[in-house]
């Protein structure tokens, strides 16, 4: 049953307050960002001069550690505190902006305005409303990834699937129920069907991060030929 109400959540649905109030604002680094800054700092010609389009900006840490290298940073959020504590960092930087929007609701993406050399989304289908809408934001990132481009994700997100905790912000529209928490994981074998699919190569890094090893996280690289 699970898995054809996970099919098609019947929506997409407005955002409401109950969807844009979260903590992660007010968090460490999680160990899947922090695996991001080091890997692209060991590979600063992946984002230097580039457009990033970094999906859930949550403390703010990645943007802060990038900004002074990018072309354009786009960075997407349905969290309240997320989009206030990132407009009070980057007020003064033209070439940095968050959006307000759910990354699942397809009537955002003509908000995403053009393309991008390298998008992060350290959890692709974690909070997934359903599988229709999951399916539309992957052919968004490959729609508007260059020729030459990446996506990068981790390991961490890849394999975990949100239960339902209402404590968070969360996806409009999202049953709660929390077994639907594995229709939510990619799985690796997920990750190379999707790769496979749109023509994407697939990658697996483990960036080094100093004096934080249990921080490490693996990555994995999906690059538009």
Known sequence: MSNITFADCGGPFE???AHTISSWE??????AEAAVTAFLQQWPQLYTGKRVLH???GNCSLPAALADDLAAYVGLTISLPEKRLFEEKFAATEHMRV???NKYDPRDYSRIEGFFDLIIDVNLKSFACCEK?????????NERLKSGATLITAESGVLWGWPGNTKMAYTPGAR???SLAEDRVLGLD????LSRSFGLDLTC???????????MDKLWLLRKA
């Open 205 to 215: 890094v483990v960036p080094a991060i100093r004096d934080a090893p249990d921080a």
């Open 190 to 193: 997920g990750l190379e069907r």
């Open 55 to 57: 999906v859930g900006v």
């Open 133 to 141: 809408h999951f399916n539309q934001l992957i052919a968004l990132c």
């Open 176 to 178: 709660l129920d929390p």
């Open 26 to 31: 007010s968090q460490p680094t999680t160990g």
């Open 15 to 17: 955002l409401t307050a």
């Open 99 to 101: 959006l307000l929007t």
